[in-house]
């Protein structure tokens, strides 16, 4: 059953989402993510506009949230269980490409946890000093959400373990013959990692989550019911077609299905009556760079770069950035995973490769018969 819940959202200045509904307002920070976006760039990295819009879509219950249903049905379990017993949830690992689902899964353990959820990320936790301000500040059976936890500092690291395994933090106060070490007991409370590169996190961390989890990207036929279901929250009319055609070219990413929906509200409003059907979707998101396969701009120039400038490969991803004058993480997060996906590249040991397919896409034939050797740390992204 869901619940009504009191989940309160308290940002740290990291990322805090500072919206919610009656219930959960916001006790802090309202600071929203940079934007990144480019126009001709479909990038599932949070933007502004996605913060603002995105909290208003987010499914508040785990009957709202679409797909990953293995995942949902264990978690759902656990939380059932954690519950029953008074107890506080395990802690959860939620790994996987940008724009799945991460956050509001967070948000919903919260909610049916009937607990608060502290939001922060990695690169905000910086000293020793904030997270022993965070934890101590944390009532029993609340969430920890701790986003981008691949870039914690390893000194902020080494405090979380204790804190984990134990409910307790040993911190030192003074220096030399004046210093003092003090173990302070915390309030059992869930943490929440999430991570795009779970390949980088430490051994001892990871090991500290009970519950550890993929998620994967979505079928098109879950992002049609994504795009209607946030439609129909928007005031915006779509037919089943139009949400299929938005669906196909969202890369299986529920933040850049809605995110393209609102390109194509927008379009449909201004040129038409606004209704959403497919033909109007298929030309608001070809001004949009989005092609059929929801390639946009910089996905098909690095497909480009690799298949005529570096003749298919192999080429490093430092090179390749640097050919595209893009951030080596943009190229690897956001671009690569999906490419990897739908089998238009592939990550060898010798570097980046096109398949036949990926190059053809890019307007290139490509020599068949290449003994390719796929890069064992490529599944990561699958
Ligand atoms: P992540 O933390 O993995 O980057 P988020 O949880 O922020 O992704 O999700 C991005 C947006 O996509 C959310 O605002 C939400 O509206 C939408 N979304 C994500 N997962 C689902 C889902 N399973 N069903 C419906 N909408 C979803």
Redesign the pocket.
Known sequence: MAKTGREKIVGNGANGNGSSDASTKAEASTDVAEDSSRSDVIS?I?TAD?ERV??A???RHFE?????IAVVDSISVAVSAADRRGDALDHVL?H??????????AHIIAREMDSRLVHTSGPAMERPADVVGILSNLDTRDVLFI?EIHRLSSAVEEYLYSAMEDFRVDFTTGQGAFAKTINLPLQPFTLIG?TTRVGMLSAPLRDRFGLVYH?DY?TEE?LT??VQ??AKILGVEVTETGAAEIARRSRGT??I??RLLRRVRDYAEVKYDGVISDDIAKSALQLEGVDRLGLDRLDRLYLETLAKNYDGGPAGVNALAATLNEEQQTLEDVVEPYLLKIGFILRTTQGRRTTPEGAKHAGVVQAPGVELKPDPQQTRFL
Do not use: F, H, W
């Not at 709202?64 to 990953?68: A, F, N, P, S, T």
């Open positions: 599932p949070k996605d995105g909290n879509l987010r499914p709202e949230y679409v797909g990953q939620l996987g490409p940008p724009g799945l689902g991460k956050t509001t899964i986003d999430s998620l979505y879950q019911l994504v279901r946030s529920p933040r299905a809605n």
